[in-house]
């Protein structure tokens, strides 16, 4: 099985795209361009990253912001899986603090990135979706998400990373997708023995393809009846977090990204009772 060091390296390369800012309701805001650089050094001990964006959102403007970093480790805070997808987050919630996490998706020429944001009072105040492509490799942009993608039986494998074991845990995973009526979602996980359930369900007068999500439960007592918001996101993506965080509650959070019509990746952060990292899960499934 690869390290986690081998696994981030699956992110080499340059890659253009954009930053776009998400508001509460999944409304689209300011957008910059972007270019990211991973490149290998030093025998491939060492990774240097860039990243250059562009407020006007013109890919070939100055960049009005140029950051450049060295790799030779990996904090705990990021954790990489066999296909270079990855999830990021803080290790521990603190009361007055504000709390993101962050989800990385990788398939050929294509990354699928997302920022979940909550103010310092533990409310889900915004997102950013990052859109990358391989440069030159004439990769294009997967059609915005709807409930009707998602739809159906889907199959595959877990693997997950606990903050107290390195090493993946494999599980069969399986997904039922199953619309109640037009507009609602009835979303079922299976991660070997562990169920949960989501069930989404429109917002009156919502400006965005945005849906409340209750009846949450599984692997945390503290999970079940937790409020929280479904968005459906530009370039096949999803992201489903509670309403409000506190550190003195489990929780999780999640993102998701449809890289194919028949193939779907999500990323799952969970934290225990006191607002500590459990584990980090990403599961690969394909349509049946």
């Given at each position: 099985m690869a390290s986690q060091w081998q696994n981030f390296q699956r992110n080499l390369g340059a890659w253009r795209g954009s930053f776009t800012n998400v508001d509460a309701h999944g409304r689209e805001l300011e957008c910059s361009a972007s270019l990211l650089t991973l490149s290998s050094a030093d025998e491939g001990r060492a990774v240097h990253f860039r990243l250059r964006r562009s407020a006007s959102g013109d890919p070939v403007a100055a960049p009005s912001q140029d950051t450049a970093q060295e790799y030779r480790t990996?904090?705990?805070q990021v954790v990489f899986f066999d296909n270079g997808s990855f999830s990021k987050g803080s290790l521990?919630?603190?009361?007055?603090?504000?709390?993101?996490?962050?989800y990385g998706f990788i398939s050929g020429?294509?990354?699928h990135r997302l920022v979940q944001l909550f103010a310092d009072d533990g409310t889900f105040s915004s997102l950013v979706l990052i859109r990358e492509f391989r440069d030159g490799s004439g990769a294009t942009e997967r059609p915005p998400l709807s409930l009707e993608q998602l739809g159906g039986r889907w199959q595959g494998q877990a693997a997950t990373i606990e903050a107290d074991w390195p090493e993946p845990t494999l599980v069969d995973a399986s997904i039922a997708v199953d619309q109640p009526d037009a507009a609602s979602l009835r979303l079922e996980t299976r991660l070997g023995p562990e169920?949960?359930?989501v069930v989404a369900r429109p917002v009156a007068d919502a400006a965005g393809p945005w849906y409340s999500a209750d009846g949450l439960s599984g692997d945390a007592a503290s999970d079940a009846g937790?409020?929280?918001?479904?968005?459906?996101?530009?370039?096949?993506?999803?992201?489903?977090a509670p309403l409000q965080i506190s550190h003195r509650?489990?929780?999780?959070v999640e993102a998701g990204w449809l890289e194919?019509?028949?193939?779907w990746q999500r990323l799952i952060r969970r934290y225990g009772p006191r607002g500590?990292?459990?584990?980090?899960t990403h599961l690969l499934a394909r349509r049946i």
């Open positions: 990996l904090g705990k521990q919630i603190a009361p007055a603090t504000r709390f993101g996490a962050e020429d294509r990354r169920s949960t359930v937790q409020a929280g918001r479904l968005l459906l996101l530009p370039d096949g993506g999803l992201s489903l509650q489990g929780f999780r194919s019509p028949h193939r500590e990292w459990l584990s980090s």
